[in-house]
Nanobody, 116 residues
Framework: QVQLVESGGGLANPGGSLTLSCVVT????????TGWYRQAPGKEREEVAS?????????ADSVKGRFTISRSRDNAKITYDLQMDKLRPDDTGVYFC????????WGQGIQVTVSS
């Protein structure tokens, strides 16, 4: 079992930046995949960025060159950050952290709104 705590998000102007963080504790040694997903109003949840155990990252085409996923470990916790730059109004949505061990774990979701 792992526990996830998300933070960050909020309101940003187009062209601005935000950082989301997902702090994971518990069975962190068995994490093989972590992803950030978003769900825009009226749309299905989609993966925007992910990182696997060997450090390889993957990005949705719509965020390549603008979003960066990273991880850092500190004793018994791992923090996964999503740095979001050059934000656009269509980046608006609820963002979820997803961590996979022998099962999937979802965060509670964070609202990101990009608007002038």
């Amino acid at each position: 079992q792992v526990q996830l705590v998300e933070s960050g998000g909020g309101l940003a102007n187009p062209g601005g930046s935000l950082t989301l963080s997902c702090v994971v504790t518990g069975d962190i040694l068995n994490i093989y995949f972590t992803g950030w997903y978003r769900q825009a109003p009226g749309k299905e949840r989609e993966e925007v960025a992910s990182i696997v155990q060997n450090g390889r990252t993957n990005y949705a085409d719509s965020v390549k060159g603008r979003f960066t996923i990273s991880r850092s470990r500190d004793n018994a916790k791992i923090t996964y950050d999503l740095q979001m730059d050059k934000l656009r109004p269509d980046d608006t949505g609820v963002y979820f952290c997803n961590v996979r061990t022998t099962r999937q774990h979802w965060g509670q979701g964070i609202q990101v709104t990009v608007s002038s």
